[in-house]
C-alpha cells in the first residue's frame, strides 16, 4: 500500500477514535445540567472518571500522526484555526481539572460542576467549528485579511451539530451504564437527541452539496449516488434500531453501538467528499506528506505503539464493563 494513503487512513482511525470514544464522555458533561437530583452528578462522573483521560489518547495521537505525516497540513490547520484550537484546549483543561477537584471539593463543588459541563460544551463546539470550516473550503487569501474566517453560519451549526451528536453518544452511554430514573431520563433525552441529530445531518449534508460544486459532483456524477446511497440508508437503519432500543431495556447496549454508527457512517461520508483533500481547494494528502523516508521512519513507532493503545483501551473497558455501581470508581 503506498504509505502516503496508509497515514490518511491510520489518521482517519484515529480521529474516529477519539471522536466515539472522547465524544462520549463530553457528551455526559454536556448532559450535566439536565442531572442536578441528589447523587446524579456524582454518578455522571463515576461513570467516566476511569476512561476520560485514556480517551484523550486518541486525540494525542492523531495530533502525532498529523504532524508528522503530513506537516503542511499540520502547519495550515494549526496556523488557521489557532484561536478555536486554544479554546478547546483550555476547556479540556479545565474539564481535567474539575475532575480531579470536585470529588475533594465542598463548598466550591458547584464551581466545578460549572468547569466541567462548559468545558464540555465548549471543547465541543469548537471541534465543530473547525470541522466546518475544513468542509466548507478554506481559503488562504481571506485568511490573511480576516482571523475570523473559520466563523461562518456554516462552522457555527456543524459547532452546534457536534455538541447534539457528542450529546446523543452520551445519554446513550449513560442508558447503557445507569439504572433506574438517571437510566430512563438518559433514554428521554437519547429519544430526542436521535431526531436532533438525523435533522442535523440532513442540514449539513445538504448546505454542504449545495455550496460545493466539487462535493456535489462527488455524489452525483454518474452511478455515484448509487453506489454511496448505502451510507445515508444505513445511518438511517442505525437511527431506527438506536429509537427502538431505548424503549426496551432489554436491549441497552444497542443505542450506544447505534449512535456510534451514526457517526460512523457520518465520518465516510466525509472522507468521501473530501478524498483527496486534507485541506480542500489547497492540499491533498501526497502534497501535505512528508518524505518517504520519514514516513518509513515512523513507522517503527507505529507499529509498537498503536497495539500499546489498543490494549490499554481495550483492557480498561473490560476491567470497568457493566453498570457504575458494580465497580469501585478510582477517584
Known sequence: MDLVLFYFLLLGFAVLMYVLLDGFDLGVGILYPWFDQEGERDHLMRSISHVWDGNETWLVFGGVVLFAAFPAAYAGILSTFYLPIILMLFALIFRGVAFEYRFKAHRSRPYWDFAFSAGSATAA????????????????????EASWYWLSPFSILTGFSVMAGYALLGASYLY????NRIQQHAAYLAKRLVI????????????????SDAIRARWFSGWNFLYLSPLPILAI???????RGLQNTAHEIRPFWMAAGIFTLGFAGLVVSLFPYLL????????A??????????????VIFVPLI??????GYRVFAGKVEDYQEGY
Request: aromatic fraction near 10%; glycine fraction near 6%.
Open 280 to 287: 480542500p481547494n489547497q492540499l491533498t494528502i501526497w502534497q
Open 196 to 211: 436532533i441529530v438525523m435533522l442535523a445531518m440532513l442540514i449539513v449534508s445538504l448546505w454542504t452539496v449545495l455550496s
Open 176 to 179: 447503557m451504564k445507569s439504572r
Open 125 to 144: 463546539f469548537c471541534q465543530g467549528l473547525i470541522l466546518g470550516s475544513i468542509i466548507q473550503g478554506v481559503n488562504a487569501e481571506q485568511i490573511s
Open 310 to 315: 489498543l490494549a490499554y483501551t481495550l483492557w
Open 289 to 302: 506528506a512528508s518524505p518517504d523516508t520519514s514516513l518509513e521512519f515512523l513507522l517503527v513507532g507505529i
Open 237 to 243: 437503519v442505525c437511527a431506527i434500531l438506536a429509537w
